[in-house]
């Protein structure tokens, strides 16, 4: 018998037995492990679910409190401008007066008065507001110009608030509804100005203006009836007081309970099956026992029930109803856990349905989230029979994959001989002194066929891996000559905290940042480099390393008739000279700051503006200025401009177009209005903070996605 015939039949009988005992007692694992996976899949995605719910309760109670908080400030905010505008008059209005009379008349009525569903009743016709121009009455009616002609001192003094309620509505285009002033004379201004008024109506008589008056604090209204829309809402009042301290008047803005609520984030994640309610607790007079009063609700319910023993919740007739749906049990157990302040979450039946209830609280309030199981349990489901599916068809591809399995070794084994062996034990060897290092490595064998392509490779990998480790180790080198040539820590000034660094997006790049002292007119300052050469890898670095050296000798040798726009022309006419014909060219941004004088001077060279930012004035500009790039026209005459940083605390951020054309894996754009934001956000750090805190940021949004480009950043803080 043949050793092909003899290793076929051992190979044969040691195969059989093992192979089909482990596919059996694969079969046997595959399936129990497939049951407790999916089990296991399904309860961990409902604790998921149940995890999550409870997440978004609290963020939106949360939520709900400071935007509460917000709304009770900048309501103050008006307070206090009002009582100023009506301790100083102005000695004549400031802008046209609108009454509810010329608002109701379109001829009369104000230019930018439109028709607008949002402030109309529900399906009444739409009624005309203007968001520019208040509307102004006396809830007694009396005339708002006095026999003369003019207007009286408590109308020009909220005349001077227009500009006040333009900006609240501005700032918070999406919460705040309306913003209105009610004096204790019944004069009332409100924005967006309409004639939607009921008549008869007095806003003095107002819960929100009761409660300011009587409480002489910052209140928060429970949602009520709007009288000119019909819609819920929350008001936010603050009492408006003399000089004495005694109360005048009230300030409030409104906002849609809706808003209050969230808007469409809970039916956009759960559904239109899912419920949400602002609820407070209170003693039900009908049954004795504590119950729980909603103030709001999503979608809105049909308001019934009613509550006759606080009438501060009352409002035209509307109470706010009792929390409806719920087992006694259940609501018993509800109010157990609210009292804890703690978020959580418990499974009940809801109008005999069951439900996942989510709850948070936030000071007296509670928000309450009710899932159907329907919804909450289809996911977990659906994983539970995915992980069946693929369970089984596991089974049946391993039992499949061992039966072909063993059909190929005994197929190799029937068909192989040694002379297949030896060759790719050579090869094999070839390659494990490759792997060591040994480039000479070379095989001198012809197969006629295929193995002799891999015989090929083998023999030009050597080479090949050779210079590629030369190249690494070139480009090892060049980026540790380029670190080198990049500031080490920055310059300390007095007055000024510096910070800033170079982010390469390959071994070596073309951006460039620098600190080198410079001397004119016998005066000792310091310039501040950044720069940006066209690509990047080793070219970009090589005409880096040119400009620096350029800019550093003009910068660092003394030249007493020789301005900074003057040295900058100098390097361009000098960098042109280097790159002509190769069509590249280099960006420069360079700022000169004296620290004994408080000033800065600075010449743009084709570079993106330097971001300057006043955190007292929450003011925000740009330092721009007419230049070229350099290396492009030699003649060109670039300018220089100057300013002053005389606040502590401003702030000076300069970079190049690798911060905020960084994308993520969607191939979204950091841009700058994210870099703007994240500057002001940290703007209270010092320099390191604020470098810091735009880098993280950055690397947090490309979420380990590469640069494209270098990222330079240079951060700059007056003390």
Not at 183 to 205: K, M, T
Not at 551 to 570: E, F, I, K, T
Not at 577 to 589: I, N
Request: net charge negative; proline share 6%; glycine share 8%.
């Amino acid at each position: 018998m043949s050793f092909r015939w003899k290793i076929f039949f051992i190979v044969l009988a040691f195969s059989l037995v093992p192979v089909g005992v482990v596919s059996l007692v694969n079969h046997s694992i595959t399936e129990s492990a497939g049951e407790l996976i999916s089990t296991g899949a399904a309860n961990a995605m409902e604790d998921v679910v149940r995890n999550d719910l409870i997440q978004m309760v609290s963020n939106l109670a949360t939520g709900i409190n400071k935007q509460k908080q917000t709304l009770l400030f900048t309501v103050g905010v008006l307070a206090d401008e009002t009582q100023r505008a009506l301790t100083e008059p102005p000695a004549r209005v400031l802008e046209p007066i609108y009454s509810t009379q010329e608002f109701g008349n379109p001829g009369a009525a104000p230019d930018d008065a439109t028709e607008d569903p949002v402030y109309s009743p529900p399906q009444q016709e739409t009624t005309a507001v203007s968001r520019q121009h208040p509307v102004m009455f006396y809830a007694d009616k009396r005339p708002m110009k006095q026999a003369d002609g003019s207007y009286p001192a408590d109308v020009r003094g909220l005349s001077a608030t227009a500009s006040l309620m333009r900006r609240i509505l501005k700032t918070f285009p999406h919460t705040v509804f309306r913003v209105y002033i009610t004096l204790e004379n019944g004069l009332h201004c409100s924005l967006p100005g309409h004639a939607a008024y009921p008549e008869g109506y007095d806003p003095r008589e107002r819960p929100w203006y009761r409660r300011a008056v009587t409480t002489g604090t910052l209140v928060w209204t429970l949602p009520l009836q709007d009288v000119a829309t019909n819609r819920m809402i929350v008001t936010a009042s603050a009492p408006i007081r003399d000089v004495s301290g005694r109360i005048i008047g009230v300030a409030a803005l409104d906002v849609l309970d809706t808003v209050a609520m969230g808007g469409r984030e809970i039916t956009d994640r759960w559904g239109s099956s899912a419920r949400a309610f602002l609820v407070y607790p209170m003693q039900n007079p009908v049954t004795g026992a504590m119950d729980l009063q909603v103030a709001a609700s999503q979608p809105p319910m049909k308001r019934d029930s009613v509550f006759q023993d606080d009438a501060s919740q009352e409002d035209n007739g509307v109470l706010h109803p009792w929390l409806p749906g719920l087992k006694p049990d259940d609501k018993a157990r509800l109010l157990d856990r609210l009292d804890d302040d703690r978020p959580g979450a418990m499974e009940v039946l809801y109008d005999s349905d069951e439900n996942l209830l989510a709850y948070a609280s936030s000071d007296s309030i509670s928000f309450l989230l009710l899932v159907p199981q329907s919804v909450y349990m289809s996911l977990p489901n659906e994983v539970h029979e995915a992980v069946t599916d693929v369970t089984r068809l596991n089974i049946l591809v391993s039992g499949a994959a061992t039966a072909l399995i063993l059909i190929a070794v005994l197929l190799l084994v029937y068909f192989g001989a040694r002379r297949y062996t030896v060759h790719f034990l050579q090869i094999a060897d070839a390659a494990r002194r490759l792997g060591e290092g040994d480039f000479s490595v070379r095989l001198n064998m012809h197969l006629k066929d295929e193995r002799d392509l891999i015989v090929g490779a083998l023999n030009e990998m050597g080479p090949k891996l050779q210079d590629h480790m030369h190249l690494r180790h070139t480009l090892a080198v060049a980026e540790e000559v380029q670190r080198n040539l990049l500031p080490g820590t920055p310059p300390r000034l007095e007055h000024f905290d510096i910070q800033g660094a170079s982010l390469y997006c390959d071994e070596t790049g073309g951006d460039y940042y620098d600190f080198v002292p410079v001397t004119h007119d016998g005066l000792s300052t310091m310039a501040v480099i950044v720069g940006d050469v066209s690509g990047h890898g080793v070219p970009s670095a090589l005409l880096m390393a040119t400009a620096r050296a350029l800019l550093r000798c003009l910068c660092a040798v003394p030249c007493q008739d020789m301005s900074m726009a003057q040295r900058v022309g100098l390097a361009n006419r000098l960098l042109c000279d280097d790159v002509a014909g190769t069509g590249r060219f280099m960006t420069l941004f360079l700022l000169e700051l004296d620290d004994a004088n408080n000033t800065m001077r600075w010449v743009r060279g084709g570079h993106d503006p330097a971001l300057l930012y006043h955190p007292a004035s929450e003011t925000l500009e740009y330092l721009y200025g007419d230049g070229v790039v350099l290396g492009v026209i030699s003649d060109f005459q670039y300018t220089e401009h100057e300013a002053r940083l005389d606040e502590p605390g401003d702030l000076l951020v300069l970079g190049t177009d690798g911060i905020w054309e960084a994308r993520n894996a969607d191939g979204d754009m950091y841009g700058k209005d994210r870099f703007e934001a994240t500057v002001r956000a940290n703007a209270h750090l010092d320099a390191n903070g604020i470098f810091d805190a735009v880098i993280t940021d950055l690397e947090t949004f490309a979420a380990g996605t590469p640069f494209e480009d270098d990222v330079t950043l240079v951060v700059i803080k007056r003390r």
